[in-house]
């Protein structure tokens, strides 16, 4: 989940500076601004959902045309987000990240319902201060005027206006700006964008480049409405006088609406937009802007996806339990770790040491996955039909895992519980850290398999540690649970955890590297 979350708040600050861009653009073509970020807010909630669970079909146009070809939106992207953790070695049936996951939906959904909340108290807040305004009218339309309210459009489904007391002692004139103003809102609907744009906000309240876009939304439809305003032929500076004297007489706080009077510092931006004349290459400019921001939006959508764990990998299918009853049984999964299968009725589920039981899909007799693990596995059955190994795949990682008797596992348990309770690292712990962090597939004490995955992991690799650059000290910092030396190891420009585990020859049989 947490890479999934990455992924969409990159997604989401890419959008927004496409936005920016943009709306730069657009100031330099006096065009309207708030649509470029209505759409970066809902281009930020669906592009990652559509990106990464989207599958469209489309003709074959080479063979026969009633033929289609499914074409995966995911496998179409070519920016890979960098690895921040080299995992060298051992599998993870940690199913802590599940829990995680789980913690993390339940304060989504309360931050959802908090801001819901908000969203339902402010508006009731509303409707009982619009029943202490008095109706009145100006310059012939039909308003509500309050003592420190306004000028602004309120309600949803029926807005209407709100103007402060002190305007009514203002000339014809400044009236008559006000009322355009908040007229143009009216008529272009800005209180119903407002709304909608706090819904989707509600959808993914921790996205916080969503509640920037916002923020800039807001805006932007105070400066759209004040060119809709100067259009219909109004002086401009009168005009920018009226909002000084709005903004000299601040408006309480009435939530999210479509306002008139906005912060000083605003205001004044606001004069100066208005105040912009075009310059030579104004044309030209916007045109490579719009270029720039194209250019961000597409690379956005090139980001990668992590990898689904709600996507079936597999189809399911039933096995007998009687067969399934072969399987259970104990397997060695290195030096410190066993994995424990049994069978439940007819299901069949799985626990690596120190963590819970994980339950296994079957796709064949003796094949079986989970998918939101990325895990696959097969049982080896000899001539006789007794099941004598299992060999397990996750993320890349092969372990070939022999069936063991009780006893032993009992003694490799043993040896677990005495190495984590003495927290002392291996003898030759800091000889085994340098060949580590060396990250060389060739150094000696490198099991076959794990100097297969830092060959192959060996770009990723460069790439996370030339960020960190030339180390400059370390310190052994205890045993994980799991019976691994663990390490933290500063560099020039930040630190990492550094853990390995050796297998009873010397053999280093797994490591990791995480910042």
Known sequence: MLAMVIYVLIVSVLLSAAALVAEYAAKQRGASRRWIWMTSIVASLLLPLI???????VPDLIKQANTAKSIVLRDTTSVHVPMAVLDLGMPDLNVESDRGDAQFHRIWLAASLLVLAALVLSGGLLYWRKRHWVQGTLCGTSVLIAPDVGPAVVGLLRPCMVVPTWLLQESAARQQFVMAHEQSHLDARDPQMLTIALCLLVVMPWNLPLWWQFHRLRRAIEVDCDARVLRGGRDVGEYCETLIQVGQNQSSYIAAVAAMSESGSFLEQRIKIMLLKPGKWARLSALAMIGVSVGVAAFAAQVTPPDSADAPAEHEVNVSPAVLANYAGIYRFGPYSVMTVKLDGSQLYGQLTGQRFVPYQASSNNSFFVTRLNVHLNFVVDTQGQTTAMEFYQNGHHVTAPRIDAATAQGILKVLDA???????????????QIVLTQNPDAPRLSPDLAKLIREQKPAAEAFLSKLG?????????VTPQGWDKYLVRHENGTEVVGFVLDTDGTIYGSYRRQ
């Open 419 to 433: 190495r984590v309770s003495a927290q002392q690292p291996y003898p030759d712990s800091e000889q085994v850290l």
């Open 470 to 478: 030339p180390m400059t000290s370390h310190e052994f910092i205890g």
């Open 51 to 57: 990106i990464a669970n989207v599958t469209i079909q």
